[in-house]
């Protein structure tokens, strides 16, 4: 038997993959602003905080890396309401992405600050800097410099990784390709269309995170 390929017909579902690719974005715009702010305060916490601090920054980072995007956001969706705390589906989407993006990104800005040179840190306790505004002034911009590649693949991969946010009834691009599928019973098509979209997204993210860098963080004019 051979298939006859068909995507006209998914022109009468693009709204539903517009809705889609919105709440990809929108996911992915706060989970990425909020998990990366995360990340730097851990990675402050574990490489210039108070040592207390460092332990318990440590053992959540370890836990996230270590364990399943999904099952964080099961746990966050389904075991929360058992302690009282009920979140709704995008709400707990956002916070599994934050809370997942947050532990990775902590372990590459922290490699960015453990390979700032001891003299800046020196140069700020000379200016009578304290050690928050020595982090902030002094460390952070060339340390977010130097791993801002790395950063902005790791918000690449947490935006991928959300396709499985549809699992809990989250309407992303996932949840609209599996919604049209059942529809027409075309999976061949509705999934093709999704991983294309998803490539663009992610091409398109990379590109836009490159790009925010360079003006964050704009090469020194070369000399004449």
């Known amino acids: 038997m051979t298939y006859s390929f068909d995507f006209g017909w998914l022109a009468s579902y693009w709204p539903v993959f517009a809705a889609g690719v919105a709440m990809t974005l929108q996911l992915i715009f706060i989970g990425g602003l909020l998990g990366i702010a995360l990340g730097i305060a851990c990675a402050w916490a574990r490489s210039l905080g108070p040592r207390w601090l460092g332990t318990p920054v440590a053992v959540y980072v370890e836990l996230i890396r270590n364990t399943p995007f999904l099952i964080q956001l099961f746990f966050i969706f389904f075991g929360l ?26 372990e590459i800005i922290r490699a960015g600050i453990e390979a700032t040179p001891k ?82 997204l992610a091409i398109a993210l990379r590109a836009a995170l490159m790009r925010l860098g360079g003006l964050i963080f704009p090469a020194p004019e070369t000399a004449r």
């Open 81 to 106: 309401p058992a302690l009282g705390l009920r979140l709704g589906e995008v709400q707990a989407a956002t916070l599994a992405m934050v809370i997942n993006l947050g532990a990775y990104a902590a």
């Open 119 to 200: 003299g800046q840190f020196e140069a700020g306790a000379s200016l009578a800097m304290s050690r928050i505004q020595t982090f902030r002034h002094v460390v952070l911009v060339p340390a977010l410099e130097r791993i801002w590649p790395a950063l902005a693949s790791q918000v690449v991969i947490v935006m991928l990784g959300s396709a499985v946010v549809s699992q809990i009834a989250v309407e992303d691009l996932t949840f609209a390709a599996n919604f049209a599928q059942s529809r027409s019973f075309r999976a061949f098509e509705a999934y093709a269309v999704s991983t294309v979209i998803y490539l663009g």
